[in-house]
């Protein structure tokens, strides 16, 4: 499966963005999404993710209650709604795809196989 994340932007402090990943090549629906993001000088980190299933989300702490992963199976589309941004959810956003894997690792960007190019956010205060 091939990923392209899109939707990233310049926004001040308390806005909102919203980041999308279209897919293509593979069965979506089989597949865990995840959003991962990484700042200059910074490992990659998990952002929150969604199960093959729909049946669940996970958020990284800093995520919950102010992001929102949802996904389309029949578009192949996964959405990363993001509000309340803050300077340090600067990043650049990556979707992530995986195929099998099992539910405690879907926070691991290590279990994740297929990665799109990245959408740069930058949150200005």
């Known amino acids: 499966v091939q990923l392209q994340a899109s939707g990233g932007g310049l926004v001040q402090t308390g806005g909102s963005l919203r980041l999308s990943c279209a897919t293509s090549?593979?069965?979506?629906?089989?597949?865990?999404m995840g959003w991962f993001r990484q700042a200059p000088g910074k490992e990659r980190e998990f952002v929150a993710s969604?199960?093959?299933?729909?049946?669940?989300?996970y958020y990284a702490d800093s995520a919950k209650g102010r992001f929102t992963v949802s996904r389309d199976n029949a578009k192949a589309m996964v959405y990363l709604q993001m509000n309340d941004l803050k300077p340090e959810d600067s990043a650049v956003y990556y979707c992530?795809?995986?195929?099998?894997?099992?539910?405690?690792?879907?926070?691991?960007?290590?279990?994740?196989?297929?990665w799109g190019q990245g959408t740069q956010v930058t949150v200005s205060s």
């Open positions: 969604i199960r093959y299933s729909s049946a669940g989300t």
């Open positions: 992530a795809a995986r195929e099998g894997g099992i539910l405690s690792t879907i926070r691991q960007k290590e279990f994740y196989n297929r």
């Open positions: 090549g593979g069965t979506f629906r089989r597949y865990d």
